[in-house]
């Protein structure tokens, strides 16, 4: 890892920071559906808490996250190699790198998907607000947000996965 300064807090190499293990926190039947996607989190390594950024690799074939939207928590990415779609509630757009896209809370649920026979690589940042909650609208799901800073998924009816 290549740290300017000797401080962590400094400067490091995005790719030199480590996938994160877990490919996801759903639960089945929606966790291997996560398969396609390698996440670094950026924020994390400098132990940001207000805000987290990822450093995301969607392989062909691969989603960011299924179609969701959250509460209180704003969210924007930025694609820097390859070409997504971005799947929304009312339409679907071709990204190409250097584009970004922002999602305010209780906006448009939203997606990425990788539709191409090569590797997308973006920036997703969002910030971490305590109370948050997620919605799905095509899945039987609900997210919230613990005070321990965990999702927590249940079915809509609020049966516990």
């Not at 396609?36 to 450093?55: H, P, S």
Request: overall charge negative.
């Amino acid at each position: 890892m290549v740290v300017k300064n000797s401080v962590q807090s400094a400067v490091a190499n995005a790719t030199d920071v480590a996938p994160r293990t877990k490919p996801s926190n759903y639960p089945e039947p929606f966790f291997s559906r996560m398969a396609g996607r390698e996440k670094r989190q950026l924020g994390d390594f400098f132990g940001l808490t207000n805000f987290g950024v990822n450093l995301t690799r969607l392989v062909p074939g691969g989603e960011s996250a299924l179609l969701h939207k959250h509460s209180k928590q704003d969210e924007l990415i930025y694609i820097l190699e390859g070409n997504p779609t971005l799947v929304l509630e009312t339409q679907v757009i071709d990204m190409s790198p250097g584009e970004f896209a922002g999602f305010p809370a209780q906006g448009e649920a939203h997606q990425l998907v990788n539709n191409t026979d090569e590797d997308v690589v973006y920036l997703e940042m969002g910030d971490r607000v305590e109370g948050d909650e997620g919605s799905y609208p095509k899945d039987d799901l609900k997210a919230a947000l613990d005070a321990n800073g965990q999702w927590q998924f249940t079915h809509k009816d609020g049966r516990p996965y």
